[in-house]
């Protein structure tokens, strides 16, 4: 499984890098084929990319296993962080080792385990490619996927100390562009429209909406203004990042930041973006998570826990659309989307038996 991992963790595959993707895609390919001895099929989409899903058997969709291969770190970080295992604290490490390529390992090796035994037929599994930039050319496959199933299983990382995730707030994602009139500024500033101080007013205006007593976060994150440092700046980019428990207050905010007005005059405010991700309720996963709890019990894999987080997966998308949903079934470890994430090796091979009890009961 560490050879594995390293194959898959060496292939990069950062979100925006089409070609990396599709080199990884192969390796994956490649991978799964060898461990389940079913091909899969490549799902084009219109921006170049791949997505990957293994139909088993011929009976429709009962169980979906949903996963992503494309991770947050750019072509190039592996040759300052290569992969590594440390064998004294038992930890593998590597730019998306945790977030999600050992999750991808643990999948192809619980579906090997159930062809063993001939508990295949009615389990589909899809791997994108574009999940951490919100699945915008994934999500319709996902939903199509799930569309009849009785349960799908994510195979994003575990919460903290191995726990399941079974909630996420859903995720609203916006550009807020600002245009101007440019000047010089030094001859006539007078008679330009300045952008950047028309964004700064902006970002003050959207980091009020927050309620976090309700659990709603809205976080300015990426910002962009002006060319030259001898000119009153035209444009302005904002990038804004919502996270709310209900579609209330997603609708809430997304009410507020359209009626955002400018305040500069001369300037004026474009708005693009909204809702990617409703809410994943805990209902959604009650009654998979006492099965799951079940099954760790069984296995005498220790007690087994779920909470609510707050970043969304595609896991989103199938709880929205009826499904049980069950996340957090990959890796063990920690410190995703940060330098150093890392991998749990022992329960690699515990997951991977948990996954396949799981769905072997499913079935």
């Not at 994943?280 to 894999?301: E, H, I, M, W, Y």
Request: with cysteine; glycine share 12%; proline share 4%.
């Amino acid at each position: 499984m560490l050879e594995q991992l390293a194959a898959l963790v060496e292939a990069e595959s950062g979100s925006s890098d089409i070609e990396g993707i599709i080199d990884c895609a192969a390796v994956i390919e490649k991978l799964g084929h060898g461990i389940t001895g079913v091909k899969a099929e490549t799902v084009h989409a219109e921006d170049g990319r791949v997505h990957l899903v293994w139909h088993l058997g011929a009976s429709p969709t009962k169980v979906l296993l949903v996963g992503h291969f494309d991770t947050v770190w750019p072509r190039g970080t592996l040759a300052r962080w290569p992969f590594s295992v440390d064998e004294t604290a038992d930890r593998a490490t590597g730019p998306g080792a945790f977030d999600m390529k050992a999750g991808i390992v643990q999948m192809f090796h619980a579906l090997a385990a159930l062809a063993q035994t001939g508990s295949t037929d009615g389990i589909t599994a899809v791997l994108t490619s574009d999940e951490e930039l919100g699945s915008q050319t994934s999500r319709r496959l996902v939903e199509d996927l799930a569309s009849g199933a009785s349960a799908a299983l994510v195979l994003e990382p575990s919460a903290d100390g191995g726990a399941l995730k079974i909630a996420r707030k859903g995720t609203s994602m916006y550009e807020v562009a600002v245009e101007g009139r440019a000047a010089h500024a030094g001859l006539e500033p007078e008679k330009g429209a300045n952008a950047t101080v028309e964004l700064a007013h902006q970002v003050l205006a959207i980091n009020e909406l927050g309620r976090p007593d309700v659990g709603t976060t809205v976080t300015p994150t990426v910002a962009a203004a002006g060319t030259t440092t001898n000119t009153v700046p035209a444009h302005a980019l904002l990038h804004v990042d919502v996270r709310a428990e209900t579609i209330a207050e997603q609708d809430r905010v997304d009410a507020a930041i359209r009626s955002l007005h400018a305040q500069v005059p001369g300037t004026r405010l474009v708005v693009a973006g909204g809702p990617n991700r409703a809410p994943f309720p805990k209902d959604s996963s009650a009654g998979l998570l006492q099965l799951a709890a079940q099954v760790a019990s069984d296995l005498r894999l220790g007690p087994l826990e779920g909470v609510a987080v707050g970043g969304g997966s595609d896991g989103n998308f199938t709880a929205g659309a009826g499904v049980p949903t069950l996340d957090g079934l990959g890796a063990v470890g920690g410190n995703a989307h940060g330098e150093g994430e890392w991998v749990h090796v022992p329960s690699m091979a515990e997951r991977a038996a948990l996954l396949t009890e799981l769905v072997r009961r499913l079935l």
